[in-house]
Structure formats: structure tokens, C-alpha cells
């Protein structure tokens, strides 16, 4: 359906983010051009849309089109709106009497309509001393009628005014909303500071705008923002903190698409050194919020370790009790672990698989519990369990009895505004923090989560060194433990099941950059099929037959790359056609170039704390609606998550997923491809991850040669820190 109009009068709001100015809302439908719409007419229809004010007086036409949503059924989607000014007297009277005006009531509104008619509006913009001569109005009637007139004609002339250039209503309405009065300014002065104040507005969409307008390749203002631009990109491309002087110059002469003198370049260094938007320290360029999120997890955790150590003479027997209560013994390690949890505000507990660190934690939550005489609900008052992603703190939950939450959610991270609303000014009151996968958390992560926590709360970073770094910047976990300045619990001595596990075998052999080739089949938990890259996928077709009626949540395929042909792509269209075969009763919906049907496995892949569910959740398919609206359910272990065409790229298939997205699971069969097409993908800490998502069956298919090659590579990750050397050395 194309782009239709209607007009009429907005009637109500429903919801509206004041930030954005996202607003859903009822409307009057007078007219539109189209037939659908005819039953609307003189009737309310809902609409969606950005506003930057709607009022019950005006009448506006919107633009869109008519779509259903799954909570407020039919409505219509607006992209675009005009607000029309009053013609008739009537309108104009009302208009004039709506408060909007102060001090123009019903009597002084009608005697201006009366003598200047129609033309109104027009005269008291254009001509207001003209109002004198209208008995009863005074002179400050008239600068209240003509400077609000103005400002209210001017709001909806910026957001035509940002709309021309090149902006969307959406992008229009965030500048408009951040910038008000001082909008054209911003755009004319240098219009890359919108990149720096609105976090959904990025700089290729500014740039493009900018030089449509006319600006120099080599502006000044143009250099800066795209240095920005490269050291932002960078980081989370790359992981490194920081940059040389050579690095960024040499991504600038790309991103600007031109040739630009070194003095030209020092000149926008200096200019924003001096603006604090980078910092220099010993030939190292910082973001400068890269920077402070460094010094600040530094100077944080530095201050925690110093705190006195405490003492009590309860611990002992209280720990014996914990050992009789869960008829369990703590190895030497384990106990240091769970004495020094008490004993001090910052603690790293450390280990690979097998080595108790979940059973460390429930030891440690009911110590605290006892120790302070807690019921089991003062204690969730007191303490909050955390973890990076959705899945790894339900099993946080599920080994502690507890309730455990994403970082995300215990810091109320809005989405619509990126901004975490447990923060700074806002912290919150608990007084310890276990953070389990620790390898996975970034700086600005990290740092966020110490701005929402008191100075004085205690923490415990639990993980595993070896893992894959964060998918953000930094590799927070290594180089904390790296620097030997902090307390430290190393988990080395294995369970009894550990002991008795290739897969763990294979593990530490993984760590240790060798494999012994002779755990290999030798046990049904560990098997390596060699194989010709041409066949690898053959071969795992015909080991998932044997697990098609698994539940999904226990059988996984990891791999390291989406495309080539043994891609997470191609795995997952073969692997459909085993678990999830054609079947007439299944309704199905190709999105691109891929099919769905109803029982798929599928992986989310964004964060949508409104609906809970989260980057790396899996789920299965439950129904798929193509007519008379496109509609998608999505099972994720009972939390039902309804899509619609526009969020159809947050989730893909799952029989196959990236070992990146499998941080944080545990599956009990886990086939593995491994090949060289791989090439860059295979280095140690990639393969290690993959490795130890897998608690009972583990099959490695394809070639030994790119295994060992992985397993010798620890290069392919490294990354440019200084948290490490600003424990070490302090910070300059």
C-alpha cells in the first residue's frame, strides 16, 4: 500500500516518550485520499509517529500508511505531518482562546477576529502593531500573541527546515527536541555536534548531510568529527583502547575520501584535546570517555582491594555447615575462594571448566546470607547477581536458587534514549555485586556498572581468563588478573566429573597451545570425525539425525564463521530439513533469502528489555502469520515475543550459531566444524570458548591440521589496553 494521508484532529495520547517524541495516540479522521481508510471517516483511528506537539485545536494531515500492531491492532503508521494553520473565524477563536496565549481570553480573542478577520494569524505575525488600534489590547497582549505565534510557526519551520536537508522525521524531531530555538545554529556552526549529543544519530548520516550542504572535504570541523568517527569505530571493531598518531591518520585519508596535510591534521588533534574529546598520554590517543572508563574501573577496584581485610571467627564453622548442608567438600581452593568473599570488598574468582565455580557461588550467597542474618528476601534486597547476557544468568539463578539479572536490566537501560537509568545520581542501594562471566564484559560496560553502585559495595568477578574477550572494547577480566595488583582465587584442581572428561581434557590441552591426539574417541564424550572440507557438512547432518529429537536447548552446531560453505548461513538451510522439515501443516515466510517455518530455531539478536529478551536468547517458532498482516511468534521459554516486518532482522536461524554468541550457554552436545577455510577465525581462544560450551558430547568434524593451527594461534585477538599498566604503574 502506498503513502496515504488523512486529516482531522489528534484526540488523544496513548504513550509518549518525551525524549524522542515517539508518540501512539487517537485521531479524528475528517478526510483522506484513500478508500481504505473511508470507514475512518468522522470515526478515530490509532496512530504512531514522531511529534514534536500535538494539541487538541490544531487540524493536522498526516502521512503514512495503515498497518496492524499486535497490542493496538489497526492504526496508522506516520512518517510525515503538516499541521494546518486556522482559516475560519471559528477556528481561529479557538485557537486563540487555548491557552496558549496568556492573558487572551474569549472577549479580547473575539474583538481581534472581528476586526482583522480571516488574515488573523497572518497579520499578528507580519504586522502586529496593527493590534493597537483594537479596543482592550494591550501592548503586552501584543507581544505575548506575536513571540509565542513565532516561536509556535518557527518549531514546525525547523523540523521542515532539518527534514529538507536530508533527515528523517524521526532524526528531525531528536535534534529538534535536544536543541529547540537554537536548532539552525547547531547546523550552520557545525552540525557534527548532533553526533556527539544524540547517540541515534551516527556520523555517516551527518557527513552525508554536511557535504550535501557544501562543506569541505577538508573542513576543520569535518577532520574532527571523523577522527572521532575512526577511534570510535575502531574500538569496537578492534577492542583497543587506544590509538597511535600514524594509526588514525591513515584510516582519515579513507574516511574522508581525500589528502590531508599533517598540519591540518595536528591542528583538529589540538582542537580536540582542547575540547576534551581525546586525551594524549605517552604517544597514545584516547576517546576521552574511553579514558575515564579506564580510570575509573582502575581507581575503583584499586580503592576496594585496599579496604581493611576482615575477620570473624564464625566463617569456619558456618563454612563447615554450608559442606554438611549440601553434602558437598571444598576443595583448598574453593574454600580460599569463599573465605576471601568474605573477607574482602574485591575478589577475582577464576577458573576453567570443572573446576566448581558455580558451586563456589551458591557457597558464597548463603555464607553472606547467614554471616549477616538474613531472611532469603532481605538477602535479594541486599545482593544482586549478575551477568552479561539473558542466558548466562538464569543459570546464574538456577545453581544459586536466587534471582539473577543482565547487567542491562539491573541498571535500567533504556533503549530508546541508550541511557541507563540506575547510574551516578540514580545508584543503587545493594552492598554485593557477583558478576559471573566477567570475560564477557566490556570497559564501558564495566565502568557503567560502577557509576550505579555505591563506592562501598563489594564485588566479586567471577569467569574464565581463556574465554573470548568482550565484543566491546577492552579485555576488562585479563587485564585485571594480568596485573597482579588485585586479590585473585585461581581455580586449577578439577571435580572428580572433570577429572573423568575429555571434553575438559581437551579444554586445558587448548590452553596449553598442544593436543593430545590420543583423547579423541577414545571416550562417546569426546570424538574427532577427519574429514575433506567438502564433506564436513555431510557429516554433520548425519550426527544431528541422531539428536533430531533433542530438545533444542541441549543440541547445538557452533562455528566461527556465517559465510563460505561450511558458513553458520549454509549449516543452518541444510539443518532445517532435519529438525524442522516441510511439513503442509507448518506455515512458513521467506524474509530475504532465507525461509522460516513454524518450529524453528531461531536466535535474537538485539536487546529488547521492554519485551524481555535479549541478544543471544534461542527460541523456537511458535506461529507465523503472512495475511492480512505479516506477524512472527517467537517462544522464548514461555516468554511469548511477538514481531512485526519491522524487527524481522533482530532474530535468524539456530540450529547453527556463532561461537561469539554461544558465550555465556551450555549445551550438552555441541558439534564443531573445523576447517581451514576458517583462516583468521581460527586462533585459541575462539576454539577454547567453543570447546567448553559443551557438557556431554562433543563431535569436532573436519581437519586435525586446523585444529592444531587454532590451538598455537593466541594472536588473533590481541588487543591495546591500559587498565593493566594503570594498576601496575598508576595513573600519569
Known amino acids: ?53 500535538l494539541n487538541e485545536i490544531d487540524t493536522y494531515i498526516l502521512f503514512g500508511n495503515l498497518v496492524q500492531h499486535e497490542k493496538y491492532g489497526e492504526q496508522f503508521n506516520v512518517t510525515s505531518y503538516e499541521r494546518c494553520r486556522p482559516e475560519e473565524k471559528n477556528a481561529i477563536l479557538e485557537f486563540l482562546t487555548s491557552g496558549l496565549f496568556k492573558g487572551i481570553g474569549e472577549k479580547k480573542a473575539k474583538a481581534i477576529v472581528d476586526v482583522l478577520g480571516k488574515d488573523t494569524l497572518k497579520i499578528i505575525l507580519e504586522n502586529p502593531d496593527n493590534l493597537i488600534l483594537i479596543p482592550g489590547i494591550s501592548k503586552s497582549n501584543i507581544d505575548i500573541l506575536h513571540n509565542k505565534l513565532k516561536e509556535y510557526e518557527s518549531s514546525y519551520e525547523i523540523i521542515l527546515f532539518l527534514n529538507n536537508l536530508g533527515f528523517s522525521t524521526k532524526d528531525a524531531m531528536l535534534i529538534y527536541n535536544h536543541y529547540k530555538a537554537k536548532t539552525r545554529n547547531i547546523i550552520d556552526e557545525d552540525i557534527y555536534q548532533i553526533i556527539d549529543d544524540i547517540s541515534d544519530i551516527n556520523y555517516k548520516k551527518v557527513d552525508m548531510i554536511a557535504l550535501n550542504k557544501g562543506i569541505a572535504k577538508d573542513d576543520i570541523i569535518r577532520v574532527r568529527a571523523a ?23 591513515s584510516y582519515l ?50 580503592l576496594l582491594a585496599n579496604n581493611p581485610i576482615r575477620e570473624d571467627e564464625r566463617v569456619d564453622s558456618l563454612i563447615n555447615d554450608l559442606e554438611e548442608f ?40 548463603e555464607l553472606y546470607r547467614q554471616i549477616n542474618k538474613l531472611s532469603y528476601e532481605k538477602l535479594q534486597e541486599k545482593i544482586a547477581l549478575l551477568a552479561p547476557t539473558g542466558r548466562a544468568a538464569k543459570r546464574m539463578s538456577e545453581t544459586t536458587l536466587l534471582s539473577a539479572s543482565t547487567i542491562h536490566r539491573f541498571l535500567k537501560w533504556q533503549k530508546e534514549t541508550n541511557v541507563f537509568q540506575v547510574n551516578e545520581y540514580n545508584k ?28 562501598n559495595c563489594a564485588i566479586i568477578l567471577v569467569g574464565d581468563d581463556n574465554q573470548l574477550p568482550s565484543v566491546g572494547p577492552g579485555q576488562l577480566l585479563h587485564d585485571l588478573i594480568d596485573s597482579n595488583k588485585l586479590p585473585v582465587v585461581k581455580l586449577e584442581k578439577l571435580y572428580r566429573q572433570g577429572v573423568d572428561s575429555n571434553i575438559i581434557s581437551l579444554a586445558y590441552d587448548i590452553r596449553n597451545s598442544s ?121 522464548f521459554d514461555s516468554n511469548i515475543v511477538r514481531y512485526t516486518p519491522a524487527n524481522f532482522i533482530n532474530f535468524r536461524l539456530a540450529y547453527a550459531i556463532s561461537i561469539h554468541k ?69 595513573i600519569k
Open 428 to 455: 543503587s542501594k545493594v552492598e554485593l555485586v557477583i558478576l559471573d562471566e566477567a570475560s564477557m564484559v566490556d570497559t564501558y560496560l564495566m565502568s557503567s556498572l560502577l557509576k550505579g553502585i555505591s563506592a
Open 662 to 730: 554461544s558465550q555465556g550457554s551450555e549445551f550438552d552436545v555441541v558439534i564443531m566444524p573445523m576447517v581451514r577455510n576458517y583462516n583468521k577465525m581460527l586462533y585459541q581462544k575462539l576454539v577454547y570458548t567453543g570447546v567448553t560450551r559443551c557438557k556431554k558430547n562433543l563431535y569436532i568434524v573436519g581437519d586435525l591440521e586446523a585444529l592444531k593451527q587454532a590451538v598455537k594461534n593466541k594472536n588473533a585477538d590481541l588487543r591495546r589496553t591500559t587498565i593493566k599498566d594503570f594498576l601496575i604503574n598508576g
Open 227 to 249: 577522527i572521532l568517527y575512526i577511534m570510535d569505530e575502531v574500538s569496537n571493531t578492534f577492542g583497543h583502547s587506544y590509538y597511535s598518531y600514524e594509526e588514525i591518520y
Open 253 to 302: 585519508v579513507r574516511v574522508l575520501g581525500k589528502s590531508i596535510t599533517y598540519t591540518d591534521y595536528d591542528k583538529a588533534l589540538l582542537s580536540l584535546q582542547k575540547d576534551s574529546k581525546i586525551i594524549v598520554k605517552d604517544d597514545k590517543y584516547y576517546l576521552k570517555s574511553l579514558y575515564d572508563a579506564e580510570t575509573l574501573i582502575v581507581k575503583r577496584l584499586r
Open 515 to 635: 593436543i593430545d591426539e590420543s583423547i579423541f574417541n577414545e571416550k562417546d564424550d569426546l570424538t574427532f570425525i577427519k574429514c575433506d572440507s567438502n564433506d564436513v557438512l555431510a557429516n554433520i547432518k548425519e550426527i544431528a539425525e541422531a539428536y533430531k529429537d533433542y530438545s533444542y536447548k541441549d543440541f547445538q552446531i557452533l562455528a566461527p564463521m556465517y559465510k563460505t560453505v561450511i558458513g553458520i548461513d549454509e549449516i543452518n538451510k541444510s539443518l532445517q530439513d532435519v529438525f524442522n522439515p516441510k511439513d503442509k501443516l507448518k506455515k512458513e515466510i521467506r524474509i530475504g533469502d532465507v525461509l522460516f517455518r513454524e518450529g524453528d530455531k531461531v536466535i535474537q539478536l538485539t536487546n529488547m528489555p521492554d519485551l524481555n529478551v535479549y541478544n543471544g536468547d534461542i527460541g523456537l517458532i511458535s506461529k507465523i502469520q503472512s495475511s492480512p498482516k505479516k506477524e512472527i511468534e517467537i517462544d
Open 326 to 365: 549440601y553434602q558437598i567438600r571444598y576443595n583448598s581452593e574453593q574454600l580460599l575462594a569463599i573465605k576471601n568473599s568474605f573477607k574482602r570488598d574485591f575478589l577475582i574468582i577464576t577458573g576453567g571448566p570443572g573446576t566448581g565455580k558455580t558451586t563456589i557461588m551458591r557457597g558464597i550467597t
Open 1 to 53: 500500500m502506498g503513502e496515504v494521508s488523512i486529516k482531522g484532529k489528534y484526540t488523544k495520547t496513548i504513550f509518549q516518550n518525551s525524549s524522542t517524541g515517539y508518540t501512539i495516540g487517537l485521531f479524528k479522521v475528517h478526510d483522506t485520499n484513500s478508500e481504505k481508510l473511508a470507514d475512518y471517516l468522522n470515526r478515530t483511528i490509532t496512530f504512531t509517529g514522531y511529534f514534536h506537539e
